[in-house]
T-cell receptor, first 112, second 113 residues
Framework: KQEVTQIPAALSVPEGENLVLNCSFT??????LQWFRQDPGKGLTSLLLIQSSQREQTSGRLNASLDKSSGRSTLYIAASQPGDSATYLC???????????FGQGTTLQVKP | EAQVTQNPRYLITVTGKKLTVTCSQNMNHEYMSWYRQDPGLGLRQIYYSMNVEVTDKGDVPEGYKVSRKEKRNFPLILESPSPNQTSLYFCASSFDPGTNEQFFGPGTRLTVL
């Protein structure tokens, strides 16, 4: 059974720092991995989607990497801003099951 | 505007009173899915549908029903709600989840007394 783990559960950094969020999964038979952002009481906003054949994807200050064989992904946020404060979720999609499995999330606080 | 909509956004009901949460998307997506989010348990998939008339169970389907009679709509039905179904519910859709991102609705906060 696929399990997705995110470390750390919470992170507090000063504004301007570069930071890395981690995501690991137990079954490497995935089609893709998606990173989301969730603000308190809000829905999920898709940030980046990495296909299983890709190594990384970039969008603005965000860079996500995928090492499928080791079951790991990282989300790199450059020059963090207070507006980046939110919960970040990773999720893996298994085409064999049609299911999207989420990690518990990392709650990020960026202090001015 | 491309979006996934859910109604109602907030609902307080009593045990045993049947309810339906609607989900609609305007992106002509084939795939739709329902999730629930609970503190400490995260997001868990309830049901999904790869296309019209095809639905499958997710990880927590007990107590829920779905139907997919047309591409744009995927309602979630609670025939006899119980307090353990109090949760935040999200609907999502994708053209092809194997290659495309999933888009999420704004969420429905359900309280069952």
């Amino acid at each position: 059974k696929q399990e997705v783990t995110q470390i750390p559960a919470a992170l507090s950094v000063p504004e301007g720092e570069n930071l890395v969020l981690n995501c690991s999964f137990t079954d490497s038979a995935i089609y893709n991995l998606q990173w989301f952002r969730q603000d308190p009481g809000k829905g999920l906003t898709s940030l980046l989607l990495i296909q299983s054949s890709q190594r990384e994807q970039t969008s603005g200050r965000l860079n996500a990497s995928l090492d499928k064989s080791s079951g790991r992904s990282t989300l790199y946020i450059a020059a963090s801003q207070p507006g980046d404060s939110a919960t970040y979720l990773c999720a893996v999609f298994s085409g064999n099951t049609g299911k999207l499995i989420f990690g518990q999330g990392t709650t990020l606080q960026v202090k001015p | 505007e491309a979006q996934v909509t859910q109604n109602p956004r907030y609902l307080i009901t009593v045990t045993g009173k049947k309810l339906t949460v609607t989900c609609s998307q305007n992106m002509n997506h084939e795939y739709m899915s329902w999730y629930r989010q609970d503190p400490g348990l995260g997001l868990r998939q309830i049901y999904y549908s790869m296309n019209v008339e095809v639905t499958d169970k997710g990880d927590v389907p007990e107590g829920y029903k779905v139907s997919r009679k047309e591409k744009r709509n995927f309602p979630l039905i609670l025939e006899s709600p119980s307090p353990n179904q109090t949760s935040l519910y999200f609907c999502a859709s994708s053209f092809d989840p194997g290659t495309n991102e999933q888009f999420f609705g704004p969420g429905t906060r359900l309280t069952v007394l």
